[in-house]
C-alpha cells in the first residue's frame, strides 16, 4: 500500500486557537491525524486520528487543552471532530504505550513527571475519538474550548492511504447494525432437506461476515452460520425430520453487530417413508394360492397410502410386487396371492407407501417386513391345525410326586449328556446362532449433521458441480481432501494385538496390514484349541444405514484356509467379492482358496465347485458348503449352504480401470445377488484394504487399494438411492477407523467420485426386458431443460452423455502418424492407441504394427471383437497377418462389395494368397439368400499350423439405421451358432469404415447374449464402452435409437407380443399413464420394476431417486 505523509507545524500564543485548514483531500481516501504537543524540553505523542473522506475539501481545526503552570494534568488534551451537519463518534480503546519520551530534555523520570512542566500522563488519561462524516459537506472544523500551554506549538502528521470505503475496516465501523435481509423463500423442499435463498441487506452498514439461520420446530431453533457472503445467496438446510413444519429467519451480522431479524417463513417438509409393517399370518389356501396378511407400521408420516407385497419362489431371481390401497381406519390388511406354482417355496415381503404431500403424483416407499417364507404344495391347507384348549384337569397329591420324580430323573439325565458330550464329542460345536457381534468404537457418526463442509453431504444434483471443482488446478481439491483424511487416519491410535500374537503373525499376507481389536472378526471357539485360534485377519465394515454390513479381509493364505470358510459359514455369508487376480505382475496376490473342480475340505468345511460363469470383466462361481462336524438335532439341509463368489478381473496392475462403468455393473450386480436375510459381504484382494474399501464406498477402488473401491461404491450408491445424497469423505473417514489404509492411493480417491458421478449422472439404465418398451416411450416422450433453458428428450440426454469423449491427438497419435495416415479410409473414425489392434512389427519398417482396429469387449470376454474398416489394397496383408496373428476364426462383412471402392480382398477359389510367414486359401463358398459363407484355410509356411476362418457376408445388413430388419437379428443368431463349439480367438467385424455398422453388430450380439442369460438390456453402458474405445462410431442420435428399437422388436417377439417399429418417432404411453425408468435388484426390486421414476436434475441429468420416489418430475426441478 501507498503511503503519503504530509508534516505542517502550527505555532501558537497564548489564548489563541489552533487550526489548520487541509484543503485538496481525495475521495475514498482514509486519513490519519497524529498530533504531538511540543515544548522546550521535548515532544508528546498524543494518538492518532483516523477517518475516510466521503466529500473533497474539508478543514480540520486542532484544539489541545491549557497546561500552563497547572502542576498535575488529569486528562489529556481532547481532539474534537465538527461539521456543520450531525456526525457520529465512537469511542475506542487505546493503545497508547505508557512509556513517553521527551527530546532535548532526557529521558522522562520513572514517575513519568516534567521537571519543568509538572504534569502526569498515564494510558487511562489518553481518549480517542473516531468520528464518520456521513454528509456531502464541503467544510468541517476542529474547535478548542481551551487554550494552549504558554509558549507550546503543535505538529500535524497526515497520513494517507487508498482504501476503499466498502472495505468498512475496523477504524471505520459504526453503531448500526446491518438491515434484515430479504426475499426469504424456499426453492425446494424434501422429507429432510430444503434449499433457502435470500438477498443481502439493503444497507450492510459494515463488512458482512455472513449470516445465522434460525430454524425452529416444536419450540426448539437450531442455529446455522453460513460465512462467505454473496449478493444472492443460497443455502440448503439438511438432516430436517420429516412431515415437520419450521419456521424460519435470517440474521446478517458484521464484525462486531448482528442485525435485524428478517421476515419469517414457515415451511413444511415432505412425508417419507413409513416403517416397516409386520407379517401376521401366510397361510396355505390351496395349492396354487397364498393368504398374507399384516399390521400397519407402528411409524409412519401422516398417512400410509398404499402396501407392496413382494413375493418369489426360489427358482425366481426377482420379485413380483402387487399394489395394495390402504385403508386409514384399518389397522390390519390381507390379500390373497393365486396361480402360483406348486411344490415351490415363496418368500413374502411387506412394506408401505405414502404419497407425497407437495407433489401428489409421487409415493415415498418405506422399509420391508422381515420376509417370510413358506411352501406350497397340494393339500397344504388340510395340514392347518388348531390346537385347542386343553381342559382344566385337578393335580391330585399322586400326579404331583410322578411330576417331581420325573423331572429328577430328566435333570440328571440332562446333566449325563452334559458330560458324555463334553468328553467324548468334543470334536462337534454347534453353529445354531450367527455370532454376536461386538459394538463398534465410536458408533457410526459418520453421517450426522455438521456445520463442516468438508463432512457435509453433497445432494446428489450438485454432485457434478462438487466434483467438477475438485478437479480444476490438476485435481488441486482431490488432492486437500485426500491429504486431510491420510491426516486423520495417522492420528487414530488403534490397537491390534492380536495381529501382532505370535501365533498369529504368519496368518497375515503383509507384516503392515493388520486387523483392529475393535472391529476384527472372532471365529467360534473348537474345543481343545488354543484360544488365538479365533483369529483371523479381517474387520467389519459399516455400509450405509447398516452396520457391519461387510467384512473386509486380506486373500487368503493356504495356512488360513479353514479359518476363512469357517467365517462365511459362521457368518451365513452369501457373497464374497474377489478384487484381485491369484497372480499380478508375475507376483502372487492371492492363493486359490476354492477347488479347481470337484470337492475339496478346507477343515470342517467341505466346498463343492457347482458351476462357473465367465464374464467379459468378472467370474462368479457358485460353490455348495457342508459343515463336517456340526452336530445336534438338526434338519440335514442346514449342513449345506450355497455360496457366490464374485472375481472382478479387469483390474489393471496399475492404477484405476479405464472407465468406471463396468466396475459399478459388479458392484451392483454382486450386491443384488446377497438375500435379505444373507449375512455381512465379505470383500477381499491382497491385502484387504485398498480394492476392498473402494467396492464398500462405490456401493453405499493397487494392492491395498482393491479392498475398499467396491465397499465404498456400494454404501455411496445405497445412500443416494434411499436419501439422494452422498457423503465419500465422511464415509472413507469412518470406515478408516475399522480398517486400516482403506483407498490408498489419492487416484482411487478421485475414481470413486468419477464412478459415482458416472452412476448419478447416466441414472439406472439396465433395465429388464419386461419393461423395455415402457422404459423406451420414457427416454422419448420426457424431456428435461439443461443450464442454456435448452429443452430436449432424455434419449437425447443419454445420448450426449455417451458421445461425450472426445479424444485428443495424444489418443490418436499411433493413427495420425505420417507412415499411418494412408492406411485409414476416414479420419474421423480411427482408432485410439490404448484400444488398437497391433501387429506383429517388422524389423526396421516404421508403421509394420499399426491397422486400422480396434478391440471392442463383448458380454463373455475383453476382447470379444476385433472392428475395422474395409481393407485398402495397399491394407490387405496387415488385414490378413491381424488374422493370423489374433488367431481370429470368424470374420463378419457388413461393407457391400463393389469391386471399386470396396473391393474383395481374399484369393478366388483354386488361386493361393502367398504372404510372409503364411499363405491363404479359399476352402469353398455357398450363398444361403441372405449370407454369402466362405471357408478359408490360412497355413504357416514355417510349420505345419493351420488356421480355419469362416467369413459371413451379409448384403441384406441396413445402412440407414432407421428400422430394424430381420437380417440383423439373423446374422447375430447364425454366428453365435456357428461359435457354439469354443473359439479362443475374437470375432472380426468390418464395414466401410470400421465405424456405425460394425459396432451396431457388435452391441446387438452382447445385448442378446445379455438378456438371454440375465433377462436385462444395458444399451447405454455397451454404447458408451464402444465410443470410448472408438470414437466416432455413433454418428448421431438415430444411431443410438436403433439399438433400443431393435431390442425392443426382440423382447416384444420374446415375450409373445407382436411389434414391427417403422420410424424411430417417439412413441406415447398409454392415455393416463407416467412413463418411468427401471432400475437393478440391488436399488430397486429385482425384477426391474420401478421403485423410483426418472428425475431430472437442473443440469440435465438423469439420476438415481431417493428411495420409494416414484414419478416423473417433467418440470425439471430437483427433488432431493
Known sequence: MRMKVNRKEVGMKDGSQPSLPTNNCHNNFTYSLNLKMRTRKGSLNVKMLKWSVPVFGFMVAVCVGILGSIPLVSAAPDLTLDAEDRFQEELVESDFDSELYAGGGGEIPGDGIFSEGKFQLSPDDIQVHQHKIPNSEDMSSLDSNNPLFPNGDNVVEQQEEKERMEEKDVFAGSDKVPDKPSNLSVAWVTDSMMELSWSEPLKPNGKLEGYRIFYMQNNFTDVVTVKSPTEHMKFALMNLAAYTEYTIWLKAFTWKNEGESSATIV??????????????????????????????????????????????????????????????????????????????????????????????????????????????????????TVTPLRSVTEFTPQVIAIAICASFVLILMLIALVIWRRCFQGAYYYLDDPPRIPPLVGGTGWDGDTNDELKRAIPAHLFSKHVSELHVDGDIGFSKEYELIQSCSVQDDFSSEHSQHPDNKQKNRYLNIVAYDHTRVRLQPMPGQKKCIDYINANYIDGFRNAQAYIGTQGPLPSTFDCFWRMVWEHNVHIIVMITNLVERGRKKCDMYWPKEGIETYGVIQVRLVKEEVMATYIVRTFQLKHLKLGGNKNKLCKFRSCQVYHYTNWPDHGTPSHPLPVLSFVKKSAAANPVDGGPIIVHCSAGVGRTGTYIEKLQFNRYIHLIFPTVLDAMLRQVQSRGDLNIFGFLNHIRTQRNFLVQTEEQYIFIHDALLEGIESGETNVNKTYLSRYLHSLLSSSYADEKSEVSSLLERQYKLVTQFTPKDFNLASALKASNLTKNRNLDCVCTDTYRVALTPKPGVEGSDYINASFFPGYHRLQEFIITQHPLEATTPEFWQMLWDHNVQMVVVLSVIDNQEYGTFWPPQGEDMDFDTFRVKLVQESDQGCFIIRDFSIQSLQDDYELSIKMVQCSHWPHTMISPSSAVFELVTFTQESLRE????????????????????????????????????????????????????????????????????????????????????????????????TTTPNILPPNGHMNGRIIHNGNGTVRVPPDGMETVDHSGDPMV
Open 267 to 384: 415451511v413444511k417438509t415432505d412425508v417419507r417413508g413409513p416403517f416397516p409393517p409386520r407379517i401376521v399370518n401366510v397361510s396355505c389356501l390351496s395349492e396354487d394360492a397364498l393368504y398374507i396378511a399384516w399390521n400397519r407400521p407402528t411409524k409412519f408420516y401422516n398417512t400410509i397410502d398404499f402396501y407392496y407385497v413382494d413375493y418369489r419362489s426360489d427358482q425366481w431371481r426377482d420379485f413380483e410386487e402387487l399394489t395394495v390401497n390402504a385403508h386409514a381406519d384399518q389397522p390390519d390388511h390381507s390379500i390373497t396371492l393365486q396361480n402360483l406354482t406348486t411344490n415351490v417355496m415363496y418368500e413374502i415381503r411387506v412394506r408401505g407407501g405414502t404419497r407425497s404431500v407437495l407433489e401428489t403424483d409421487k409415493v415415498f416407499k418405506g422399509q420391508y417386513s422381515d420376509s417370510k417364507r413358506i411352501l406350497l404344495q397340494q393339500n397344504c391347507e388340510k395340514t392347518r
Open 982 to 1077: 469354443s473359439s479362443s480367438g475374437p470375432i472380426a467385424v468390418l464395414d466401410r469404415f470400421g465405424g456405425t455398422e460394425a459396432a451396431t453388430f457388435c452391441t446387438l450380439t452382447t445385448l442378446v447374449k445379455q438378456m438371454n442369460l440375465e433377462s436385462h438390456i444395458d444399451v447405454y453402458m455397451y454404447a458408451k464402452l464402444y465410443h470410448e474405445q472408438r470414437p466416432g462410431v455413433w454418428k448421431n442420435l438415430d444411431d443410438y435409437l436403433f439399438l433400443y428399437r431393435c431390442m425392443e422388436a426382440l423382447t416384444c417377439t420374446s415375450n409373445g407380443i407382436p411389434h414391427t417399429p417403422t420410424s424411430p418417432s417417439p412413441l406415447l404411453p398409454p392415455s393416463g399413464t407416467d412413463p418411468f425408468i
